[in-house]
């Protein structure tokens, strides 16, 4: 099992930074691939970036691309989320998730962070 935990959300003006990370316990970290989703008030949760169980392949959602950047560290079993750019319709809850195949659907994922919240003001 892989247990997830989500920090560095916060409030930010647009056109601000953010780095979020996601701490990975067990050592299974690195048999994982992992992705961060979203999900905004009244909205679906979406996804946002996946990276492979090596880090050698990315993807991200049109609407950040460009914008954000997926990393991992396997020896420090722990992903992020580096968030340039920020505009208001960023502002949702973001989780971190842990899954067996590398994909945008949400329901492949296995494990998942309690979240946590980013605001970007205008």
């Known amino acids: 099992q892989v247990q997830l935990v989500e920090s560095g959300g916060g409030l930010v003006q647009a056109g601000g930074s953010l780095r979020l990370s996601c701490a990975a316990s067990?050592?299974?970290?690195?048999?994982?691939?992992m992705g961060w989703f979203r999900q905004a008030p009244g909205k679906e949760r979406e996804f946002v970036a996946r990276?492979?169980?090596?880090?050698?392949?990315?993807s991200y959602a049109d609407s950040v691309k460009g914008r954000f950047i997926i990393s991992r560290d396997n020896a420090q079993t722990t992903l992020h989320l580096q968030m340039n750019s920020l505009k208001p319709e960023d502002t949702a809850v973001y989780y971190c998730?842990?899954?067996?195949?590398?994909?945008?659907?949400?329901?492949?994922?296995?494990?998942w962070g309690q979240g946590t919240q980013v605001t970007v003001s205008s």
């Open positions: 990276i492979s169980i090596v880090g050698g392949r990315t």
């Open positions: 998730a842990a899954g067996r195949s590398s994909t945008t659907d949400t329901t492949a994922y296995d494990y």
């Open positions: 067990g050592r299974t970290f690195s048999q994982y691939s």
